[in-house]
């Protein structure tokens, strides 16, 4: 069957043949039947809908509940590194992301999104830093990784912005693209690559298998283009930004210092 | 029929333009126009004095002119997730909606077979050419929303809607298949007669005791299924944001929830700086 999904709305919707089913986060296993004509109230404005080919019910309410579980750590993310909010909500937040953090795939999932830009000069990160120090280790580790990879998260942006729309079909083929991008996690894998220095090939070669992004017409060239600018530049991340220790990227953080140090 | 004419150029306007072909200048919303055509008002008059006179004829005269009074107090109400809340509440932050955009895509449904329900929304017969414009609502005595749909019932404020809403007797998604496709003249009103609406659809219901508290069940009730849910739905032409909305009430979700204490003060937070409450029903889970 298929799906279509909204970790927003926390809805799925199984489409077999004319049957449409809808799914939802809090109670994955009661399905409700559902008419066509209900499908836009049940997605209302919702703009992060994906299609799922091919999959069977269990997949998709795994990745209903993963998205779910993303959002809401992204959400949690972005009060703490809000500096219009009180302290005392931040410091919540701070606890409640460390919680949400413990469990697996949830860093990865949260710095999918945070990987993929460079954060606005609004966001408060030693504010949220300071939050987290002391109670919030993982969500401190997550931070300071945040912090040290800026640079390269802003380059990896910039090496998106700049391939040219001729490439896609449309602008709304480079929206989607990007969100799958997102969401797949390639632009978390590209910035931890570049900083690696030696396997940017490595990247490219499993994102040209990858199934979703394999759907786009233009991949092969899009993702090409991506990566052209750090071919040739492996060597000054790989000395500017040193490797975290082995088991930080699960959240055991490194007492007392930033990935640089 | 033909198409009333532009009160600028007097020209005709087909009922789906939302502007004049010929001057340009804006019309009027074209779901208002529809529930203002002359044969739409003529049938629900009908159907209202109908309605009334079998009221007064069981007795329920009082209860008639009291719900209808009370219809005319309703409000429009959309109920979201506490995801899309917070969206809608910080759309015009920086942090928040810089993140929220990298997962923003306009869908692309399959070409193949399976998905052909989907692309055949029967929205069209209600809105030709314009059902992507349309947002969905209830109307509400209480601000009360169908939490099928969210557990944040979001309540407009009226003068940011009542040009461009207007109301239908029941959930369209449910009433098309029971109409087959063919919508039944008087069974829409532009929204500043939704109580007469209401009377022509609810009074068969009404009884002599029926409180307020009452009158809110009949208008907005979740049933066991979902063609057995109750409501009139508001359509309303064009977008939404914080600052449509006039307060927001949160009932008690019906499964358990983890981690939404800082979310939900967050959004408390954002809300009032807008000047919007956020508002507690159903039990003391909340921060």
Redesign the interface.
């Given at each position: 069957m298929d799906a279509l999904i909204s970790a927003r709305t926390g809805t799925a919707l199984l489409v077999e043949g004319a049957d449409l089913i809808s799914i939802h986060a809090g109670a994955p296993d009661k399905g409700i039947p559902r008419y066509a004509e209900e499908v836009p109230r049940l997605f209302g404005e919702a703009l992060d809908l994906q299609v799922l080919r091919g999959v069977d019910r269990a997949q998709v309410v795994r990745r209903l509940q993963q998205e779910a579980d993303s959002a809401e750590a992204l959400q949690l993310s972005l009060i703490l590194l809000d500096p219009k909010l009180s302290g005392e909500i931040r410091g919540e937040a701070a606890e409640e992301l460390e919680s949400a953090l413990g469990e697996e795939g949830r860093i990865e999932g949260l710095e999918r999104v945070l990987y993929a830009h460079p954060l606005p000069s609004t966001a408060d990160l030693p504010g949220a830093l300071a939050r987290a120090a002391g109670h919030a280790p993982r969500v401190q580790n997550l931070l300071l990784h945040l912090t040290a990879f800026q640079p390269l998260i802003e380059e990896v942006r910039h090496a998106w912005i700049d391939i040219p729309d001729a490439l896609f079909a449309s602008t709304a083929e480079r929206r989607r693209f990007q969100a799958a991008l997102v969401r797949e996690g390639h632009f978390r894998e590209l910035v931890l690559a570049v900083r690696t220095g030696s396997t940017v090939e490595s990247f490219l070669a499993a994102a040209l298998l990858h199934p979703v992004l394999r759907t786009f017409q233009s991949c092969r060239s899009v993702l090409q283009a991506w990566v052209t600018p750090f071919r040739q530049r492996k060597w000054q991340w790989a000395t500017e930004v040193a490797e975290p220790a082995a088991g930080n990227r699960e959240g055991k953080a490194r007492p007392g210092g930033t990935p640089k140090e | 029929m033909s198409d009333p004419a532009c009160s600028f150029c007097g020209h005709p306007v087909p009922l789906e333009w939302s502007l004049c072909p010929h001057c340009a200048r804006p019309s009027l919303y074209p779901n208002v126009r529809v529930a203002e055509q002359e044969s739409e008002r003529d049938a629900l008059a009908f159907r209202y004095r109908l309605a009334v006179q079998d009221a007064e004829s069981r007795g329920c005269g009082e209860a008639v002119r009291a719900f209808e009074a009370a219809a005319g107090t309703t409000v429009a109400v959309?109920s979201?997730?506490l995801?899309?809340v917070?969206?809608l509440a910080?759309s015009d932050?920086?942090?928040?909606a810089?993140?929220y955009q990298?997962?923003?895509?306009?869908?692309?449904?399959?070409d193949d077979d399976?998905?052909d329900?989907?692309r055949?929304?029967?929205?069209e017969v209600l809105f030709p050419g314009y059902?992507e414009k349309i947002?969905?609502a209830a109307l509400s005595l209480d601000g009360a929303g169908l939490p099928g749909?969210?557990d944040f019932a979001l309540v407009l404020k009226e003068e940011m809607i009542e040009h461009r809403a207007s109301v239908l007797a029941g959930n369209?998604?449910?009433l098309?298949?029971k109409w087959d496709y063919n919508v039944p003249t008087g069974s829409r009103a532009a929204w500043k007669e939704r109580a007469r609406l209401c009377v022509a659809k609810l009074a068969a219901r009404l009884k002599p005791s029926m409180t307020e508290a009452d009158f809110a069940a009949l208008l907005l009730r979740s049933g066991a299924r979902?063609e057995d849910d109750e409501i009139v739905e508001v359509h309303i032409w064009g977008p939404?944001s914080s600052w449509t909305f006039e307060r927001v009430v949160l009932s008690r979700?019906?499964?358990p929830?983890r981690?939404i204490?800082?979310?939900v003060?967050?959004l408390r937070?954002k809300l009032a700086e807008a000047g919007i409450d956020l508002e507690e029903r159903g039990g003391a889970w909340m921060p």
């Open positions: - | 959309l979201r997730s995801a899309e917070e969206r910080n932050r920086q942090l928040y810089t993140y990298l997962l923003e895509a306009e869908v692309k449904l399959p399976a998905w329900p989907l055949r929304l029967a929205d059902k947002r969905f749909y969210g369209s998604a449910l098309l298949r979902r939404l979700p019906a499964g929830r981690l204490r800082a979310r003060k967050a937070a």
